[in-house]
């Protein structure tokens, strides 16, 4: 077994210097099915704020599966039994919400991870193990897991080198809105000292090897991340297209009807 996201990523193959992704809000697996349509390269499944729950899970993994686009599953927390249960329902790439120290990284690649490496539980039938098909699953289902682990403080930040060079861990994930509220900067993840201490983490991160990627709201905000080095970059979520183009056309409508009726039709 090999991990299509960190092969992607070592090749660079993708269409553009980067990766580009989004994010899956809705829980929906027909709209997750219809983004990996779209021509995304990745996007992340997102069960940290979404009502998804395990079997949810399993039917947008299904639907993505059909699309050339590759699914990163966010868990909830650093929660070992959680991981345990995404796993065997056959995500291969995880991200880590707020990992904080190398301790927690170590955890996180733990539970990620079959023995000797971790305390993953085994279980002889399951969607990670094809029910049992793969060969020899339990000796390398390892090399198959992808873990990201995501940046999301100051302090987090200050300990980047240490969390990084933790054994296991393939990459890391800056979160700009919880970094930029940290730093006092709420609502503002463009803010000249966020963006700054962005670009200082890639750098750090690349130094050792690791590939860095973030997400933006905006194609504006993807230009700024990709000047400062990061691999792969989500832009905006599902949700918030969805919204966004429904705030346009409805602006556009109704200006329309107002320039109607003023003009006395």
Not at 28 to 43: K, L, Q, R, T, Y
Not at 46 to 69: K, N, R, S, V, Y
Not at 118 to 124: E, K, L, N, Q, T
Request: hydrophobic residues 45%; proline residues 5%.
């Amino acid at each position: 077994m090999q991990n299509p996201f960190k092969t992607m990523l070592a090749r660079k193959d993708y269409a553009c210097g980067y990766a580009v992704g989004s994010w899956v809000m809705s829980a929906s697996p027909i709209v997750a099915e219809a983004m990996g349509c779209s021509g995304f390269d990745w996007s992340v499944v997102d069960m940290e704020h979404t009502p998804l729950d395990q079997m949810d899970l399993i039917h947008l993994l299904q639907a993505i599966a059909g699309t050339p686009m590759l699914p990163i599953t966010r868990v909830p927390w650093n929660d070992t039994v959680m991981v345990k249960r995404v796993l065997d329902g056959g995500a291969q790439t995880l991200m880590f919400p707020f990992i904080q120290n190398a301790d927690e990284a170590r955890k996180a690649v733990a539970a990620a991870k079959y023995a000797p490496q971790g305390v993953r539980g085994m279980a002889a039938m399951s969607r990670g193990s094809r029910f049992g098909t793969v060969k020899d699953y339990f000796k390398v289902a390892n090399d198959a897991v992808s873990v990201i682990l995501q940046i999301e403080s100051p302090e987090a930040m200050a300990r980047v080198e240490e969390i990084a060079s933790v054994p296991g861990v393939d990459s890391l994930f800056f979160g700009p809105g919880d970094l930029s509220g940290a730093m006092g900067h709420v609502g503002n993840l463009l803010h000249e000292d966020v963006v700054k201490l962005m670009a200082d983490g890639v750098k750090r991160c690349h130094a050792l090897g690791k590939p860095v990627g973030t997400v933006g709201g905006t194609a504006e905000a993807v230009a700024i991340y990709r000047a400062s080095g990061f691999d792969y970059i989500g832009v905006a979520s599902d949700l918030g297209l969805l919204m966004r183009n429904c705030a346009a056309i409805l602006s556009v409508i109704r200006s329309q009807d107002i320039k109607i009726h003023s003009q006395g039709y």
